[in-house]
């Protein structure tokens, strides 16, 4: 039995979509399914607890939505012990792009209907568990506008989220003033001056497939981090192309740092998201805990390294 989990709202309506298009081929297939319509972030997470305590026999918690709503319900799946699956339909759906999970709705539910899972790591902190990434400063503030704007609305309709990023990326710049920012990782205490930006990653992208951390692997036991620092605005407009690609590690104004555990505090208070979601603007301070979820990605069978995917109830 699979619990598809539906956030109808997600990607400016795109999971409502997505969800009618799975439901049929869910019905051609003759697949056994439950479906669970999320209300809201707040509640999402007792919603999904509830359902999957009604049996023991799940084999996977299937989410079409964003990376939000994964967010919502990481707490969930791993009490129980359920193994993840993504059809994406958000904004960004960098979740899916770590896990190698195909962006075309039915390509993406064969994969979640296989049996070869990812033992991945969590980023665990005060505010709950982050799977793509913990971000303060700059592209924290980025997501804030985003999700604020109407021009998200409007990307989402067109089915170019990530455009609403860079826009976002291009309104933020303007108003944005870096401060000196303290970084621990495992134990070891950096500080930086003229800081942008400190992301603290388990996956390689977030914002809509930008490549923060693009050495980052969800299954290393480690967590990543990426400082920018002591860049103009000129500078930083042109360093955003090499972050598409993943190009702008060798860059003098850019640290790298990996550990199990980091801790970030900037000098004035500044956003900090987890999966695109706010975290308010406290410090943050998260660790990695390793192979604590368990996720349906075409990267087991490729790693060759990850066995049946089944429940553990």
């Not at 919603?47 to 994964?70: F, M, P, S, Y």
């Not at 296989?114 to 902190?125: N, P, T």
């Not at 693009?214 to 290393?220: E, S, V």
């Not at 500078?235 to 980091?262: C, D, E, I, N, Y």
Request: proline share 4%.
């Amino acid at each position: 039995m699979y619990l598809f989990i539906i956030n109808p709202r997600s990607g400016g309506g795109t999971g409502g979509r997505t969800w009618h298009a799975v439901e049929a081929m869910l019905r051609s297939r003759g697949t056994a399914y439950e479906a669970l319509f999320t209300q809201s972030a707040d509640s999402a997470e007792s919603q999904v607890l509830h359902a999957l305590g009604r049996r023991e026999d799940w084999h996977a918690a299937i989410v079409i939505g964003g990376d939000g709503t994964i967010h919502s319900v990481l707490g969930a799946l791993r009490r129980r012990g359920v193994p993840l699956a993504v059809i994406p339909a958000g904004s960004g759906n960098d979740t899916a792009r770590g896990f190698g999970i195909p962006l075309a709705t039915e390509a993406a539910l064969d994969t979640a209907l296989q049996d070869r899972c990812l033992e991945a790591d969590l980023l665990s902190g005060a505010d709950g568990l982050t799977l793509t990434a913990v971000a303060s400063g700059f592209d924290a503030q980025v997501a804030v506008n985003v999700n604020r704007s109407r021009y998200k609305r409007l990307c989402n309709a067109i089915g170019a989220g990530r455009l609403a990023y860079l826009i976002g990326i291009l309104h933020t710049l303007m108003t944005f003033k870096p401060c000196r920012v303290s970084v621990t990782c495992d134990g070891k205490e950096q500080a930086f001056e003229n800081a942008w930006l400190v992301s603290v990653c388990n996956l390689p992208s977030y914002g809509g497939g930008l490549l923060i951390c693009p050495q980052a692997k969800a299954d290393d036991g480690l967590l990543d981090v990426c400082v920018v620092h002591g860049v103009s605005r000129g500078q930083l407009l042109r360093l955003l192309p090499t972050v598409v690609k993943g190009k702008h590690t060798r860059l003098p104004f850019v640290t790298m740092l990996s550990g199990r555990s980091a801790a970030v505090r900037f000098a004035e208070p500044r956003h900090a998201i987890g999966d695109g979601e706010s975290l308010g603007t406290v410090p943050q301070a998260v660790r990695c805990e390793p192979g604590a979820l368990r996720v349906l990605s075409p990267l087991a069978s490729a790693q060759g390294a990850a066995g049946p995917c089944s429940a553990s109830g």
